[in-house]
């Protein structure tokens, strides 16, 4: 989709710190992090909320969120971590593409990010 932050860094025309990638799925870096190593799941082709996508398409990105999320919390030496959606603006989505939040937590960071 045109206009789209996150279809133009899965089509490369943008740069993303891109640390893993499936056949529909692309997980990269959030540019303005929450914690050390905060790292944002999101389907190659442009759904802009979770029930937009195929089953096919969910199982991949959920796949990748499963193993991605202990490699996260590895890289970084965290001691656990927030997985989460923003399903729709008024819940605060700002990129209108699916996306999953992988945020990196740790016991003495002080609470909720
Ligand atoms: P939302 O509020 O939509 O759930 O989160 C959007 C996330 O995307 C924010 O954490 C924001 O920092 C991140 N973000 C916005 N634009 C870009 C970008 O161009 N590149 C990357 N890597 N992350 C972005
Ligand atoms: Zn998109």
Redesign the pocket.
Known sequence: MSDC??C??ASRD?H??IVHETEHSLA???????APG?T?VVPKDHYARLDDMPDEISADLFGAVDELVPRVEDAVDADASNVG??NGPAA?????HV?V?IVPRFEDDGGSP
């Open positions: 932050i996150f133009a860094i943008i993303g710190r990269f870096l959030d540019v303005n992090p929450l905060h944002l959606i923003n605060g989505q700002e990129v209108e996306h939040h």
